[in-house]
């Protein structure tokens, strides 16, 4: 069984830049979120997207967004990159929609610098 | 006040010392509770999950939840030096179509000395 998978591992971006993330879920999994996680804190939820929708959104702004294709894979997308956007992004898969989708497996992240 | 509290450590144990990282949180409409394990520059792994209050073991690991204290506990029984890693705690809830969200603590920093 494969797991979650993300790419780039690394990117440096410049300010005012524009950068496409990109996630596989895991075989079965028809669910993915998406995270941010800063330097020493915990992850923190920007969105969620089933059955190619968005299906729950975090405190993020509207230049954060994201797609999700009928195969399941999902992408995230950011525009006019700001210093602050440097971060670990992980994508999270789940197994089913709507009640387990607790049950979240992590791809091992994309590293994002912003110069 | 953070939804979600964990103390940052870091604790240094050394090996086969019994391990218990803690988190409390102050949403009540939390159910779901786990923990997670991350090693340095790597994505989360996910450990254990329990809904609502009471244990559940997994080898050596046991995870506890007292909802009436707002309180959850991770135990690591004969830790070992490859235990090292950042442990997470992560609760979401399923009331109101809001199940989606994993909230996380800020993480505690273990390292078990061999």
């Known amino acids: 069984e494969t797991g979650v998978t993300q790419s780039p591992t690394h990117l440096i971006k410049t300010r005012g830049q524009q950068v496409t993330l990109r996630c596989s879920s895991q075989?079965?999994?028809?669910?993915v979120s998406w995270y941010q996680q800063a330097l020493g804190q915990g992850p923190q939820f920007i969105f969620q997207?089933?059955?190619?929708?968005?299906?729950g959104r975090g405190n993020f702004p509207p230049r954060f967004s994201g797609l999700q294709f009928p195969n399941y894979s999902s992408e995230l997308n950011v525009n006019a990159l700001e210093l602050d956007d440097s971060a670990l992004y992980l994508c999270?898969?789940?197994?089913?929609?709507?009640?387990?989708?607790?049950?979240?497996?992590f791809g091992p992240g994309t590293r994002l610098t912003v110069t | 006040q953070k939804e979600v509290e964990q103390d940052p450590g870091p604790l240094s144990v050394p090996e086969g010392a019994i391990v218990s990282l803690n988190c409390t949180y102050s949403?009540?409409?939390?159910?779901?509770f786990m923990w997670y394990r991350q090693y340095s520059r790597k994505g989360p792994e996910l450990l254990m999950y329990?809904?609502?209050?009471g244990n559940k073991e997994d080898g050596r690991f046991t995870a506890q939840v007292d909802k009436s204290s707002k309180y959850i506990s991770l135990f690591i029984r004969d830790s070992q030096p490859s235990d090292s890693a950042t442990y997470l705690c992560?609760?979401?809830?399923?009331?109101?179509?809001?199940?989606?969200?994993?909230?996380f603590g800020k993480g505690t920093l273990l390292t078990v000395n061999p």
């Open positions: 999270a898969s789940s197994p089913l929609g709507g009640l387990s989708s607790y049950e979240q497996y």
């Open positions: 992560a609760m979401s809830s399923n009331s109101g179509g809001s199940n989606y969200k994993l909230t």
């Open positions: 949403n009540s409409a939390f159910q779901y």
């Open positions: 997207y089933y059955r190619e929708e968005e299906n």
């Open positions: 329990t809904y609502s209050s």
């Open positions: 075989s079965g999994h028809n669910t």
